[in-house]
């Protein structure tokens, strides 16, 4: 079986299983959950869309074809559908183990059961009324304190804060310079990049302002140990360990 590629040093660095340890399992499955939650992993992370009738599925794609056996828009699709999809294994071929999409409570109790911080992306097609359902959902769950919140839209990190005044964010973008590290600072939002837009001086810089640094999505050892010597606070990563 395939396993994760251990770094050698981490230097503290904190690695996140990206949709689960998606470098072995289906992405965003249980089992991507639970393999990752075997091994020595801070966080997993997942992405959260609301379905037709008003509940919630994990999957990363506004569409199910290129997970799933029948491509479905998410949104537009009632939550006993997706379920039943058959799913794809990582080679294409139609799972034969019942895989199914996973819920936010799957997920959850994966991540509490292991220890596991549990990084949770809002999609595009979240809207404010899901984002404070959500927070009430994991707050009765009782995993709020476990819990990251990423997204590439600001404004959904700002309806977060508004609900949660003081709960850990960090904003996706390709892109990082002055300007959007002041307005970081300003909020008092925490990072996520895709890893070539850093460098030595911009983590440098995001640390003066007091802003933590992840980055995605890293699978060369090579490109690890640079960001590590950058000093990135987590690396976001499907296979690396």
């Known amino acids: 079986m395939k396993s994760t590629i251990h770094l050698s040093n981490k230097h503290g660095v904190q690695m996140i299983a990206h949709r689960g340890l998606s470098g072995i399992e289906p992405e965003n499955t249980v089992a991507a959950f639970a393999l990752a939650a075997e091994h020595s992993y801070f966080g997993i992370e997942t992405d959260i869309h609301p379905t037709a009738d008003g509940r919630y599925i994990l999957i990363h794609d506004d569409s199910t074809g290129r997970v799933a056996a029948e491509n479905l828009p998410v949104t537009n699709t009632d939550f006993a559908t997706l379920r039943a999809l058959k799913l794809k294994e990582c080679n294409g071929e139609i799972s034969q183990r019942g895989l199914q999409l996973s819920t936010l409570e799957e997920y959850l109790d994966i991540c509490r059961q292991a220890g596991k911080t549990a990084v949770l992306e809002l999609k595009n097609h979240i809207e404010k009324a899901d984002i404070s359902q959500i927070c009430d959902r994991i707050r009765t769950y009782g995993y709020l304190e476990k819990v990251i919140f990423i997204s ?7 309806a977060v804060r508004e609900v949660l005044p003081n709960q850990p964010v960090q904003f996706l973008t390709g892109r990082v310079d002055d300007e959007q590290i002041a307005c970081l600072k300003a909020r008092r939002f925490d990072l996520d990049a895709e890893y070539h837009a850093l460098n030595a001086e911009t983590v440098e810089k995001c640390h003066a302002a007091g802003i933590r640094v992840n980055c995605w999505t ?17 690396i976001t990563t499907n296979i690396l360990e």
């Open 218 to 234: 890293v699978d060369d050892p090579e490109a690890a140990a640079q960001l590590i010597q950058f000093g990135v606070d987590y």
């Open 152 to 158: 590439f839209d600001f404004a959904k990190l700002v």
